[in-house]
């Protein structure tokens, strides 16, 4: 990690100081060449006002004064200054610096002086340029020299802040690996970034807490749940193998049948929330409320409580498998047969963007205070009237958990008729833009 922001860090770094070494050695040149024309003008004001005086100029260190004529010949006994072509007299005389030889040697910078008798003359101050190309490329050299070190140091800088930074990154890795089963991770005082990780992962480890013990309450609920089915079995085949009795055995055989159904919708019910758990989902299709609905009342056996379709109003069509209506609609159904008195009203709804489904019956209803557990696996209101009537504590689980991965919704409260009421709602189809 440190690596990661070190090594970016210190390359743009060294990009942008080389980059202004290199502007910087570029200005450098005619930053010296402003120098020695400062140091020329300098010269050059005392020359000109003794010119203008009548005298010559006075000597200057390292700078050569020269008079000349407004051609260019020397009028100050000295020897022609060589290069002084047309143009660069006409840029002398207009007070601008000029260059001569190539390469460049030597610099001028005049100016128009008039004698006390009225004749122009052109004074100019020169001075040899030698030495200032291998100047600048030393200033050049130590420019970059400068960026080479300034990328160091600001790598090292950034190494240290990044390890700085860091060092709470590390003490929590050393906490994750030393936490103990069931503990949460210390959250850090300072508002930041971390905090808001250590909380994200107390809330993951929370979640899957969570998430195991329903697993375990689960494994421990079927586990039991199947125990008793097949230790009544047994028992009862021992019993049987016991008195070898034709009459009790015939009575053995149908109580061990019941078991095993009890044990196979057990098992069934079981199989179905565990391919559900796996996510595993048939693909949505529109489905008939009403039609299934009454399909649902056909199937209920012979004997049941009277049931009826009723509330509805056209068609509603839910976004749903029709398998997964029918389960829904099935067990409802059972359930309100089992406790219902002697009537059960199945309504149909349809609203702007949902659809229902309402199940009445006028049994015991469900109390307050176990209606939001109904929809436990294994839960039972009570525990030996449903067992005793085949219930295996799954049916109301797979309604809720089959609705709800539909994105519907499955609640319980008391019906007119006296007893429970269950309200199934399926998303309307074609008010459904993802399956
Ligand atoms: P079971 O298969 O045991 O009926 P369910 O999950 O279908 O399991 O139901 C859970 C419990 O809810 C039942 O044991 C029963 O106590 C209660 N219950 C379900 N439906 C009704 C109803 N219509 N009236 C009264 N109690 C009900």
């Known amino acids: 990690m440190w690596l990661r922001i070190t090594v970016p860090a210190a390359v743009v770094t060294l990009i942008v100081l080389l980059g202004l070494a290199v502007v910087a050695g570029r200005g450098l040149g005619p930053l010296r060449l402003q120098t020695v024309d400062d140091e020329l003008r300098a010269a050059l004001v005392p020359a000109a006002d003794a010119v203008g005086a009548g005298r010559p100029p006075a000597e200057a260190d390292g700078i050569t004064l020269r008079v000349l004529d407004t051609a260019g010949r020397p009028v100050d006994g000295g020897a022609p200054v060589s ?3 047309p143009s660069a007299l006409r840029a002398l005389k207009a007070g601008e610096p000029v260059s001569t030889g190539q390469p460049v040697t030597l610099r001028w910078l005049g100016v128009m002086v008039p004698t006390p008798d009225g004749t122009p003359r052109l004074v100019v101050a020169g001075t040899g340029l030698a030495g200032l190309g291998a100047s600048v490329r030393e200033g050049s050299h130590w420019l970059l020299a400068a960026a080479l070190v300034g990328a160091v140091f600001a790598a090292a800088a950034t190494w240290l802040v990044v ?8 003490r929590m890795r050393r906490s994750v690996r030393a936490l103990p089963q069931g503990e949460r991770l210390p959250v850090p005082e300072a508002n930041d970034e971390l905090r808001a990780l250590a909380e994200e992962f107390n809330a993951l480890l929370a979640r899957q807490a969570e998430a195991s013990a329903r697993l375990r309450r689960f494994t421990g609920d079927a586990a039991h749940e199947l125990r008793s089915p097949v230790a009544s079995i047994r028992v009862q085949a021992e ?19 019941a078991e095993a159904e009890r044990l196979s919708a057990l098992l069934d019910g079981l199989l179905a929330l565990a391919r ?3 996510g595993e989902l048939p693909p949505a299709e529109p ?10 009342v056909h199937r209920l056996p012979p004997g049941s409580p009277a049931a009826r379709v009723g509330g509805v109003v056209g068609s509603a069509w839910a976004h749903a498998a029709h398998a997964e209506v029918e389960l829904v609609l099935n067990n409802l159904l059972r359930n309100a047969c089992r406790y219902a008195q002697s009537q059960i009203v199945v309504s149909v709804l349809a609203g702007r963007s949902t659809v229902r489904v309402v199940v009445d019956d006028d049994g015991p209803g469900i109390p307050p205070e176990h209606r939001d557990r109904v929809f436990d696996r294994f839960y039972r209101v009570e525990h030996d009237r449903s067992r005793a ?5 799954l049916g109301l689980a797979m309604v809720a958990e089959t609705v709800r991965r539909r994105g519907g919704r499955v609640t319980v409260g008391e019906s007119p008729e006296g007893g429970a009421r269950f309200q199934v709602t399926w998303r309307r189809a074609g008010n459904v833009s993802v399956s």
Do not use: F
């Open 83 to 85: 290069r002084l072509d």
């Open 163 to 170: 390890r700085l930074a860091l060092r709470p990154v590390a």
């Open 239 to 257: 019993v049987a193998v016991a008195n070898p009795d034709p009459e009790l055995s015939q009575e053995t055989l149908a109580d061990i049948l």
């Open 276 to 278: 559900s758990d796996a």
């Open 287 to 296: 489905v008939e409320l009403v039609t299934e609905a009454r399909a649902a």
């Open 389 to 393: 009537s085949g219930g295996t504590g």
